[in-house]
């Protein structure tokens, strides 16, 4: 299976702020990587797919990086509704695999 | 709009049997795989499985820690999927999401999940 780590597992930091976090896959992967964002007590939500492109109606302050094994999701200036866990997730084989996840949360 | 509602969670013991199911709609659900993803309280998200469109004969893909328990099936008259869960653990206890699969092969749209329960 393909393992996923997402770097750090927590992030605390303030309204415009810019974060970046980062997904380390254990082989490579080409570019199907995805990100998603879930915020407390709901379903994820789709951002990112392909490693870069934004899904239809996500913010550009949302980007997306990297291919093979290494990849980052940034927000360039946070807002309050940014604050959630994002998960990085793979389906270049099966099973499709999940980061741990990062949580975000307002400092 | 494209809406995927989840339905059939609940309390069950271990060791017994549930049927989830998935009802689609606002979009062609005939022309998509579907996949179910869980999350355990305060965990993260873990993938359970797929099924593939009828082009693809129905076929299905299934995590290791489920396997030979969970059947993953589709009624596309119905625009519905289902999970059928046997052989409940209590580790199967979790928040299951109904999940549409893009033609890129993107978990591009969730539902809102249902709580399956697994205690005695």
């Known amino acids: 299976d393909i393992q996923l780590t997402q770097s750090p597992s927590f992030l605390s930091a303030s309204v415009g702020d810019r974060v970046t976090i980062t997904c380390r896959a254990s082989q490579g992967i080409s570019s199907y990587l995805d990100w998603h964002q879930q915020r407390p007590g709901k379903a994820p939500k789709l951002l990112i797919y392909a490693a870069s492109t934004l899904q239809s109606g996500v913010p550009s302050r949302f980007s997306g990086s990297g291919s093979g094994t290494e990849f980052t999701l940034t927000i360039s200036s946070l807002q309050p509704e940014d604050f959630a866990t994002y998960y990085c997730?793979?389906?270049?084989?099966?099973?499709?695999?999940f980061g741990q996840g990062t949580r975000l949360e307002i400092k | 709009e494209v809406q995927l509602v989840e339905s059939g969670g609940g309390l069950v013991q271990p060791g017994g049997s549930l049927r989830l199911s998935c009802t689609a709609s606002g979009f062609t659900f005939s022309d998509h795989y579907m996949d179910w993803v869980r999350q355990a309280p305060g965990k993260g998200l873990e993938w359970v499985g797929r099924?593939?469109?009828?082009?693809?004969?129905?076929?299905?893909e299934y995590a290791a820690s489920v396997k030979g328990r969970f059947t993953i099936s589709r009624d596309d008259s119905k625009n519905s999927m289902y999970l059928q869960m046997n052989s409940l653990k209590t580790e199967d206890t979790a928040v299951y999401y109904c999940v549409r699969v893009s033609k890129s092969y993107n978990l591009d749209c969730w539902g809102q999940g249902t709580l399956v329960t697994v205690s005695s």
């Open positions: 997730q793979q389906h270049k084989s099966y099973p499709l695999t």
């Open positions: 099924t593939r469109d009828k082009g693809n004969s129905y076929t299905t």
